[in-house]
């Protein structure tokens, strides 16, 4: 089989061991690219759902059967855990079958830019919504995601291609702009003043990439709603993939071009 060649490629929030995991599409992804670095960035084993709601199909093993594999044929393979599979951050700094645990990276791309990498649940701090409204939005979150997997599953019998319906919700509702806006910010600012280009993370289930006065940042986005996947080519561009039976090309960013204030969000 002939694969995409990249030099690195940025994935997280798989969720494997939910229900509304798209593992499937993640997998096709994988075995149709080749790259030099695989960042797994946070939430890629939901170890908090699989605690409370054991729930594993053949499709997710194989998902960490194609990470190993890929690991073994000499890509290097670090995996951040997120909030999700925290558990894993005692190991950091241990290997495990080829792939690297660490708890954060530093990525110097092709162009030099050099990107922070991380899961991004380190910036949930910096709003002051009180615990039942973070509770209520974690229910909600819940029932898009269970909604969104019904719709899908219908439209597949009809014949249909996937469409991510969470994204309309999120693009629609004030407060939920709000957030990502707000989340966003807080990301760029730490990143300026670490001394970054940029920061690549996810966690908020919203790939993007926007230029945040002068710094960059990156949201590779999920496979639970809206299969994307960051890619770096081998000039140092950066490019969002949605990754369905519709694969198209949601964000491209290149050091000579200028990056607008808001460029198109996963869909």
């Known amino acids: 089989m002939t694969r995409t060649m ?134 909600l979150q819940g029932f898009i995601c269970s909604a969104s997997r019904r719709f899908n599953a219908l439209r597949r019998r009809l014949g249909l291609d996937y469409l991510p319906l969470s994204i309309r919700i999120k693009q629609t509702i004030g407060r939920a702009r709000r957030f990502i806006e707000d989340f966003e910010r807080r990301v760029a600012e730490q990143a300026r003043h670490d001394g970054f280009d940029g920061q690549i993370c996810g966690h908020i289930h919203y790939g993007r990439i926007v230029d945040r006065g002068g710094v960059l940042y990156v949201n590779d986005g999920d496979w639970v709603e809206h299969c994307t996947a960051l890619v770096e080519h081998h000039d140092g561009a950066l490019e969002l993939l949605h990754w369905t039976e519709q694969r198209r090309s949601i964000a491209l960013c290149r050091a000579e071009m200028p990056v607008p204030e808001a460029l198109p969000a996963a869909a």
């Open 6 to 139: 990249f030099r690195s490629v940025f994935i997280s929030d798989v969720h494997l061991g939910l229900a509304d995991c798209q593992a499937g599409y993640l997998l096709d992804f994988l075995r149709s690219a080749q790259c030099e670095r695989l960042y797994l960035v946070g939430d890629i084993v939901d170890l908090e759902n699989l605690e409370k709601q054991p729930y594993w199909r053949d499709e997710h093993g194989a998902v960490l059967a194609e990470i190993f594999a890929i690991a073994a044929r000499g890509t290097k393979v670090t995996y951040i855990p997120g909030n999700h599979d925290a558990a894993l951050r005692r190991f950091a700094g241990q290997r495990f079958g080829g792939v690297e645990i660490a708890l954060n990276a530093v990525h110097v791309a092709a162009d030099g830019r050099r990107y922070r990498v991380s899961h991004g649940d380190e910036f949930d701090g910096g709003h002051d919504a009180p615990a039942w409204l973070l509770k209520l939005g974690d229910a």
